[in-house]
């Protein structure tokens, strides 16, 4: 069994930035590929980004490309979102996922989500 916890999320001003961390504890994580998703009240849940198990591919979703950076380090079992430029539209909470092989934007292809962060952008 595979556990995530996420981390790194809060409040923060229009324009400012934030780091997500996903980390495991036991088990290693460099052998999945680990997904971010959020989800706003009212909403479904968003794909954002993913890293392969190797930290070699990336892709990101449209909303984010330019603004949100997601990495790895696998020594330390994290994988992480850099978020700057941060919108009001990017309110939700966050979520990291993981599942054997490559990554995707699919939901239903992740067998493991940590319980999510809060991030919301007001002044």
């Known amino acids: 069994q595979l556990q995530l916890v996420e981390s790194g999320g809060g409040l923060v001003q229009p324009g400012g930035s934030l780091r997500l961390s996903c980390a495991t504890s036991g088990r290693g994580l460099h052998d999945y590929g680990v997904g971010w998703f959020r989800q706003a009240p009212g909403k479904e849940r968003e794909p954002l980004a993913c890293?392969?198990?190797?930290?070699?591919?990336?892709n990101y979703a449209d909303s984010v490309k330019g603004r949100f950076t997601i990495s790895r380090d696998n020594a330390k079992n994290t994988v992480y979102l850099q978020m700057n430029s941060l919108k009001p539209e990017d309110t939700a909470v966050y979520y990291c996922a993981a599942r054997k092989g490559f990554c995707s934007y699919y939901a239903s292809y992740y067998d493991y989500w940590g319980q999510g962060t809060q991030v919301t952008v007001s002044s």
């Open positions: 890293i392969s198990s190797s930290g070699a591919s990336t």
